[in-house]
């Protein structure tokens, strides 16, 4: 995960985007003291995190149209979470406050160890990066509590697959 740093004072701080005409100020939720952009779609959708001043812990957001959601990942509010990167059909892929991997697409966050077969031994902790085809690549622990941790990859129909079975 990223390292955040809190500033010692509480001066609104732009975030900024460059374009070719200048920086774009992208913004940061009511009251926070700090935010930051990690990727951003064709549709010039931005995604990261803010933190909050409220409880000092850092919450996936999406810039968009101006405006900064909170994306109300599962976790927030019991530690930091970020939104990693999103794609050209604007869904969001990220880090939850709980330690958690997440997707977030229709106005909905869900933890993808959710829509993973039950029993597969593994954790998804992370996830970096999603393509426009819906395929997920991140980081994993063992779930066996040798804290192993891999790489992992997940395609739409695994993800569809694995709902199935959970029904």
């Known amino acids: 995960m990223k390292a955040w740093s809190v500033p010692t004072d509480t001066v609104a701080r732009p975030r900024g985007e460059w374009r070719s005409t200048g920086i774009s100020v992208l913004g940061g939720l009511p009251g926070s003291i700090e935010s930051k952009a990690f990727a951003v779609n064709r549709s010039r959708q931005a995604v990261g995190g803010s933190l909050a001043s409220a409880d000092f812990d850092v919450h996936a957001v999406l810039f968009s149209g101006g405006?900064?959601?909170?994306?109300?990942?599962?976790?927030?509010?019991?530690?930091?979470?970020?939104?990693?990167?999103?794609?050209?059909?604007?869904?969001?892929?990220?880090?939850?406050?709980?330690?958690?991997?997440?997707?977030?697409?229709?106005?909905?966050?869900?933890?993808?160890?959710?829509?993973?077969?039950?029993?597969?031994?593994?954790?998804?902790?992370?996830?970096?990066?999603?393509?426009?085809?819906?395929?997920?690549?991140?980081?994993?622990?063992?779930s066996n509590g040798t804290g192993t941790s891999m790489g992992y990859e997940l395609t739409p129909g695994e993800l569809k697959a694995a709902r199935a079975s959970r029904r």
């Open 67 to 142: 405006k900064v959601t909170d994306l109300n990942v599962p976790g927030t509010g019991l530690g930091d979470a970020q939104a990693n990167a999103i794609n050209d059909s604007g869904v969001i892929v990220g880090d939850g406050g709980n330690g958690h991997a997440f997707i977030y697409q229709n106005g909905q966050a869900t933890d993808l160890n959710q829509l993973i077969p039950p029993g597969s031994g593994v954790t998804l902790i992370s996830a970096g990066v999603i393509s426009n085809t819906g395929t997920i690549v991140g980081t994993a622990v063992a």
